[in-house]
C-alpha cells in the first residue's frame, strides 16, 4: 500500500477546506433547501454579454491571446478605472487579465511573499488570503474589524499589528462578509499609516459596483502616495453577473505586475478567449445592468435587514456587496452549531461567521443575492428556528 501523506506537500494538506463551500455542498445532498449561502448573483449575464461571448465561438475566434490578455480589453479596463476613480494605469505594462479575480489574488501574494514575511490580513474576509499566504510560507497576522466602528478598518488598528516583519496589507472591501465598506476619510487615514511604514496594499475590490445609499466606492489607489504601492483585483463576476466566466484583472506598477505575468504565464498561459471579448462588451455597454441588478439587491438588502432585526437579531446594516453578518450570541449557539443545526431543522443553508476568521464566531453570513421569495421564507423558518432554541432553555 502507498502511503500518500510521504508525498503530501505539508502545508496544503494542514489548510482546512472553506467553511463556505462545506455548507453549500451539504444543502446539495438535501431536498427542500434554500440555499442563502453562496456569493453568486441569481441573474443571468445580460443577454448582450452573452450574445458577444457566442458571437466570438461562431467566427472561431478560440485561440490563445496574449499572457496578459487582450490589448483592446486592457484599455477598457483602464478607460472605466479612470472614468470612475480618476486613477491613470498603462494598458500595456500595468494590466493583467486573469482567471477570476481569485488567480490575481494568488498570483499578488505569490509575487511578494516571501517566507517569514508577515502579511496583515482584515478580518472578517474570504476565505482564501490566508492559506495563500501559508503556502508562500508567509505569517498571516489578522487585524479583527468591529462592528461598533462598523467593521471598518481603523488607522489605530493597522498600527498596533505591523511589525518590522510587515510587509504586505490584504485590505478587502467592499467587505465579505459583512457588507462594510471603507469612505475616502477612513482610507485616508490608514493610508498615512502605510507610507509611514512602507508597506504594499493588495486591495480586493471585487464588489466596488455594489455599494448602496448614494455611497460610492473609493479605491484606495487613488489616494495621495497610493498607487505605487498597491495592487488592485477586480473582475466581472459580481458587477456583471458573470462567475462561470471565470474573468478578472489586477492594475498596479508595471515591476509588480510583470512578476504576476509571469506566474500567469506558466500556470495559466491566458484567460479564456471568449469570455475576454464578452467582458470587453460588459465595460462598453454594461452601465445599465449594473444598475438594475444594484437596485434589486438594494431593495432586497433594507428587507433582509428588517427582517432579521423584526426577528430578534442584531445586524448591522450592509453598505456594499451582497451579504449582511447578522449576530446570532442571543441564541447562545456556536456559530456551526447554529449552522448545522438550521439546515437539519429548517432546511435553510447559511455560513458560519467563523468560517471568514475567528472575529466572526458569533454571526453568520446570509446572502441576499437570492429572489425575495427564498429570502421571505428563509427568514421566516431561521425566526422559528430562532423561537425554538430560546424554548430550550
Known amino acids: 500500500m502507498i502511503n500518500y501523506d510521504d508525498f503530501l506537500n505539508k502545508v496544503v494538506v494542514d489548510i482546512k477546506p472553506s467553511g463556505i463551500r462545506k455548507f453549500f455542498s451539504i444543502a446539495e445532498e438535501m431536498d427542500n433547501v434554500i440555499s442563502l449561502g453562496v456569493g453568486e448573483p441569481d441573474f443571468l449575464t445580460p443577454w448582450h454579454i452573452r450574445q458577444t461571448g457566442i458571437e466570438t465561438l461562431k467566427k472561431g475566434t478560440t485561440r490563445y491571446t496574449s499572457n496578459a490578455g487582450l490589448l483592446t480589453l486592457r484599455e477598457e479596463i483602464t478607460k472605466i478605472f ?24 494568488d498570483m499578488c501574494i505569490r509575487s511578494l511573499v516571501n517566507p517569514g514575511d508577515e502579511v496583515l490580513v482584515v478580518e472578517p474576509c474570504f476565505v482564501c488570503y490566508k492559506p495563500i499566504v501559508q503556502m508562500c ?82 479605491s484606495i489607489s487613488s489616494i495621495d502616495g497610493m498607487k505605487e504601492r498597491t495592487v488592485v483585483i477586480n473582475g466581472f463576476s459580481k458587477a456583471y453577473s458573470m462567475t462561470g466566466w471565470r474573468l478578472g484583472y489586477a492594475l498596479g506598477p508595471a515591476e ?11 500556470a495559466i498561459m491566458s484567460a479564456p478567449t471568449n469570455s475576454q471579448y464578452a467582458a470587453i462588451e460588459a465595460l462598453r455597454n454594461g452601465d445599465e445592468d449594473i444598475k438594475m441588478m444594484l437596485d434589486e439587491y438594494d431593495m432586497r438588502r ?17 453598505e456594499g456587496a451582497f451579504y449582511m453578518f447578522p449576530c446570532i450570541k442571543s441564541t447562545g449557539l456556536t456559530s456551526e ?46 425566526g422559528e428556528f430562532i423561537e425554538e432554541v430560546a424554548h430550550e432553555g
Open 82 to 105: 479612470k472614468r470612475k476613480y480618476d486613477v491613470s494605469y498603462d494598458p500595456k505594462t500595468e494590466v493583467v487579465v486573469t482567471v477570476g479575480g481569485s488567480e490575481g489574488i
Open 137 to 218: 510560507g508567509g505569517i498571516p497576522v489578522s487585524i479583527e474589524t468591529k462592528n461598533e466602528n462598523n467593521f471598518r478598518l481603523t488607522a489605530e488598528e493597522l498600527e498596533n499589528a505591523i511589525t518590522d516583519k510587515t510587509k504586505l496589507l490584504i485590505l478587502p472591501f467592499p467587505n465579505n462578509p459583512t457588507g462594510a465598506v471603507m469612505r475616502k476619510e477612513d482610507l485616508e487615514a490608514i493610508s498615512k499609516v502605510i507610507i509611514k511604514h512602507n508597506i504594499f496594499v493588495l486591495s480586493d475590490e471585487i464588489y466596488s459596483e455594489l455599494t448602496y445609499g448614494g455611497i460610492k466606492h473609493v
Open 256 to 266: 509588480i505586475i510583470s512578476q504576476m505575468t509571469k506566474l500567469h504565464q506558466f
Open 302 to 318: 433594507r428587507y433582509t435587514v428588517n427582517a432579521f432585526r423584526e426577528i430578534g437579531l442584531d445586524c448591522f446594516e450592509p
Open 337 to 382: 452549531e447554529f449552522c448545522e443545526r438550521l439546515i437539519m431543522s429548517k432546511r435553510v443553508a447559511v455560513v458560519p461567521g467563523n468560517a471568514f476568521g475567528d472575529c466572526g464566531e458569533g454571526y453568520i453570513r446570509v446572502s441576499y443575492c437570492y429572489s425575495i421569495d427564498n429570502i421571505r421564507e428563509a427568514v421566516k423558518r431561521i
